[in-house]
């Protein structure tokens, strides 16, 4: 699995955490960061849409993101059409965001959390299969409203 992990100057710490949860992980994982590596302010857009054309392009299977609340990342991420980026700050909504949204990329604040809880939503969200069923059909509508809306912009 290829994750591509993004993050602002609000989440610069937060993800070098991350990254030694990831490294540690039973499965093989390969990581690409693209993230800032300054405290420095930077325009968390930026961040968001290069992550997010990563992983709606195919050249990642999932990605995080890290901002200082994870609020504007994941608003930006979704911008890009194929992207469902879930906000999370619970173990109980990483499992479900993965089994019935089946998300693709993974927001978080990290001034809203703290680094243990962070790595075991992000183990969580690794591990968890998207369950398919009747929430198939719901991605799939969403996917279609997508398609709709970007259509009426051409």
């Known amino acids: 699995m290829k994750i591509v992990i993004g ?11 991350l990254l ?11 990581i690409e960061d693209i993230g800032c590596h300054t405290c420095e302010s930077v325009d968390y857009p930026d961040y968001a849409v290069t992550v ?8 990642a299977d999932r990605g995080i ?10 608003i930006a991420a979704n911008k890009v059409p194929g ?6 700050h619970d173990v109980f909504s990483a499992k479900a ?6 998300s693709n990329i993974l927001a978080m ?14 183990r969580v969200w690794l591990e968890t299969e998207f369950t398919g069923g009747r929430h198939k059909q719901r991605i799939d509508k969403i996917a279609e409203f997508e398609h709709s809306a970007s259509a009426l912009q051409e």
Not at 8 to 13: K, V
Not at 52 to 59: D, L, P, Q, S
Not at 65 to 73: N, S, Y
Not at 97 to 102: G, V
Request: proline residues 2%.
């Open 7 to 17: 993050n602002d100057h609000g989440g610069i710490f937060l993800k070098e955490e």
């Open 20 to 30: 030694l949860v990831l490294a540690e992980l039973d499965q093989e994982v390969e």
């Open 52 to 59: 997010a054309r990563k992983v709606a392009g195919g050249e």
């Open 65 to 74: 993101l890290i901002c200082g609340t994870g609020i504007g990342m994941s």
């Open 83 to 88: 992207i469902r980026c879930a906000l999370v």
């Open 97 to 102: 965001t993965r089994e019935h949204n089946d």
């Open 109 to 122: 604040g990290e001034r809203v959390i703290g680094p243990g809880l962070a790595g075991e939503i992000v």
